[in-house]
C-alpha cells in the first residue's frame, strides 16, 4: 500500500479531485493522508491545526504538491512543503493543466515536477516509492 499526501488548496478543489479520481482509477491501492474540503481537520487554533496537517504528511510515502502559483500565497501550503522537506518525504510537483511557471522554492525541493497528466503520475509515485 502506498500512502499518500495531496496537499491544496480548498478554493482549487477542482484539482484535488482529480487527482483522487486518478489515483481510485489506477492500479495503485493507496490509502489517502489529504485533507478533503468536505472533511476538515478539527482544529481551533493555528498550533494544533500545525500539529494535525504534520501528523498527516507524517503517514504519507510521497507527498504531492499542485504546483499553481498560488502556491506562493498559501501559508498551509508552505507548512506543508516544509514539513515534508524536513521528514524527507518525496515530493512529487505536478503542474495544474496550462501552467508554464511554478514556485522555484517548490521547484528546488521537489524530487518529481511532471506536467497534468494521469499517467504522468502514476509513473512518478511508482519512482518515488521503490
Known sequence: MINIFISHAWKYSKDYYTIKIWLDASYL????YSV????????NNTKKLKEQLTEQIRHASVVIIIAGMYTNHSYWIQHEIDEAVRMGKKIIAIKPRGN???PTNLQNVAHEIINWNSQSLLSAIYRCTQ
Open 36 to 43: 478533503p474540503e468536505h472533511d476538515p481537520l478539527d482544529a
Open 29 to 32: 491501492v493507496y490509502h489517502n
Open 100 to 102: 508554464t511557471n511554478m
